[in-house]
């Protein structure tokens, strides 16, 4: 399977300049050895933006006027509307039954169509409208362009702490990672890339140690407040990862939310729990991660009013 490289993550700059916040690094106050990368900062409050908008740019102008459709837990759903809205392309977003209010009524403000689904329909229903419209389907991380998209975070993350030693990542459908993990060793090759998962959700853990994808039934990884992390691996992701990521680690449900807390209290920064693991891990599992300069992926914020004030309760 052809993996994607580090000039594809380059051309995956260049188009999404513009349009995509370059989030900066910011020093942990507590630890003198880690640093934030907030994409809860993006305009829709997730990294999710950066693949949407290089997908949306590498389409040819038939293409464009089908329009897109996408299937999303929320913050891909809401990064392809925005992509699309400026782009001037319709949106549809399949969103599973159960996903946080707040981030369908923001798909919605964004201007795309909602259809709501049981979570086990969700792909299926893309897949549908795709046949049907002709409509292009952006997979949330099954997909090169989204792959390469994500990994610019790799790379302003080289650029701003060229020394770095460690990036903590936090692994869902394994797109982030698989790009993060071809940008950042390709220009820091000492550098690791860890990935982190809910441990009520670790079938990336799972996956990587069968060789091949598990999937995780609905019912057991529904359980995760991480709601951002409940999708299983694709081949093309299992592939990256296997190839490129360094290791992975597991995280409690209380230790992803006193790291949500702690992102709010310490470091100031509104963080979804899927946004929080990966300071999970660096607070909780530190003797299980290599030692150095780490940096930490805040992944998201867009979190829901009443889970973020019981956390801070």
Not at 255 to 268: C, K, N, P
Request: aromatic share 2%; proline share 7%.
């Amino acid at each position: 399977m052809e993996l994607i490289s580090i000039d594809d993550v380059r051309a995956a700059a260049d188009d999404i300049a513009g349009t995509v916040v370059r989030t900066p690094l910011l020093p942990a106050p507590w630890d003198g050895e880690l640093w934030l990368k907030p994409e809860s900062l993006q305009p829709v409050g997730s990294f999710k933006l950066r693949g949407a908008t290089h997908a949306v740019a590498r389409l040819d102008p038939a293409t464009r006027a089908r329009g897109v459709v996408t299937h999303s837990s929320g913050n891909h759903g809401q990064a392809l509307a925005y992509a699309a809205r400026a782009a001037g392309v319709p949106c549809t977003v399949v969103v599973p039954a159960g996903a946080p209010p707040v981030k369908v009524d923001r798909i919605r403000a964004l201007g795309a169509e909602v259809r709501l689904v049981p979570p086990a329909r969700r792909l299926a229903e893309a897949e549908r409208i795709a046949a049907d419209t002709g409509a292009a389907l952006v997979p949330p991380f099954d997909d090169r362009r989204v792959i390469a998209g994500q990994g610019t975070i790799g790379l302003e993350i080289v650029a701003d702490l060229p020394d770095v030693d460690v990036v903590l990542v936090p692994v869902g459908g394994g797109g982030l990672a698989s790009g993060v993990a071809t940008a950042v060793p390709a220009l820091r090759p000492s550098a690791l890339v860890i990935g982190v998962e809910p441990l009520l959700a670790a079938d990336a853990k799972e996956s990587l140690a069968a060789g091949e994808v598990v999937v995780w039934d609905v019912e057991r990884t529904y359980r995760t407040s991480a709601d951002g992390l409940r999708t299983h691996l694709s081949a093309l992701t299992l592939a990256h990862l296997r190839d490129r990521l360094d290791g992975i680690v597991t995280v409690t449900e209380e230790e992803i939310l006193a790291a949500t807390g702690r992102l709010v209290r310490d470091a100031r920064l509104v963080a979804e729990p899927s946004g929080a693991v990966a300071l999970a891990a660096r607070l909780s599992h530190r003797d299980e991660l290599p030692a150095g300069r780490t940096v930490a992926v805040v992944t998201g914020g867009n979190v829901d009013p009443a889970r973020l004030a019981s956390v801070l309760a």
